[in-house]
């Protein structure tokens, strides 16, 4: 096979110009489905925007995958204990939110794997719950090293097709269900913005309410004023930066699915 000719000269194609159309704000849903690994990831990814669909009328759902025993940087942490105290913390943090109930899954923190089991688990829950919206990790950012974040980024993309379909996990005994748009956030290729404006505190209190990440998580050094304050700086900026891409000063930014 003979190669074409070309000019010889080579373009990256990190230079090329990025044109892609960026949404903003889907009409508010009767009911949302976020799902995160760890107790905490939820608040991080769509807090912002589950507060201001609360604050509008929406009924929220929380669902946490694994049981978060890995969220320590103390090797001597009863982690019994740790796992409680992050559950309650989790209740706290969804009630700030705007509340709805919270489901724990308590699989192995670090060790989740997108199994039949656990698409089964939260296939059953989409089914039960029958969200309009489900919000999750995107599992195609790249270069993300924490494996349960990919993991239950993969869980929800494939629960969502199991929950949608009759022959899937025939033995739930419930009605099959699409949601209308899925939302991952974190997401390597953003299409989609969320105005959270007004709603920022809201996001960064149910983030505060998560005390045992102050350390590990949120670079808060315990019981300091002046890293809650910069925590907050943070997270602003990150907000702003999200919002950016469709030039709203607060936002959070996702990869919105539609083709359900
Ligand atoms: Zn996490």
């Given at each position: ?136 990790h995107d599992p195609w950012r790249r270069y993300r ?8 980024g ?30 991952l956030?974190e997401a390597d290729e953003p299409n ?63 990869h ?5």
């Amino acid at each position: 096979m003979s190669t074409p000719e070309t000019s010889g000269r080579i373009v990256p194609v990190n230079d090329l110009p990025e044109r892609r159309a960026v949404s903003v704000d889907l009409t508010t849903p009767t009911s949302v489905l976020a799902i995160g690994a760890h107790p905490d990831d939820i608040e991080f990814g769509c807090g912002g925007t589950l507060a201001k669909w609360a604050a509008s009328g929406a009924a929220l759902h929380h669902l946490v995958i694994t049981d978060g025993a890995k969220g320590t940087w103390d090797p001597h942490r009863d982690v019994v204990a740790l796992v409680a105290q992050r559950q309650q913390e989790q209740r706290r943090a969804a009630a700030l939110l705007g509340g709805g109930d919270v489901v724990f899954l308590e699989r192995t923190d670090g060790e989740l794997r997108n199994g039949v089991a656990e698409r089964w688990d939260v296939s059953r829950w989409i089914r039960r719950i029958r969200p309009d919206v489900v919000l999750g990790h995107d599992p195609w950012r790249r270069y993300r090293l924490h494996p349960d974040h990919r993991h239950a980024g993969f869980i929800v993309t494939d629960a969502i097709v199991a929950a949608r379909d009759p022959h899937y996990f025939a033995d739930q005994g419930l009605a099959p269900h699409r949601p209308s748009a899925l939302l991952l956030w974190e997401a390597d290729e953003p299409n989609h913005v969320e105005d959270v404006s007004g709603h920022t505190e809201t996001k960064i209190a149910a983030l505060l309410a998560h005390e045992s990440q102050f350390e590990s998580t949120m670079g808060i050094e315990e019981g300091t004023s002046a890293g809650v304050d910069e925590f907050a700086r943070r997270v602003h900026s990150q907000l702003a930066e999200h919002g950016a891409v469709a030039g709203i000063a607060q936002g959070e930014s996702f990869h919105l699915v539609t083709d359900m």
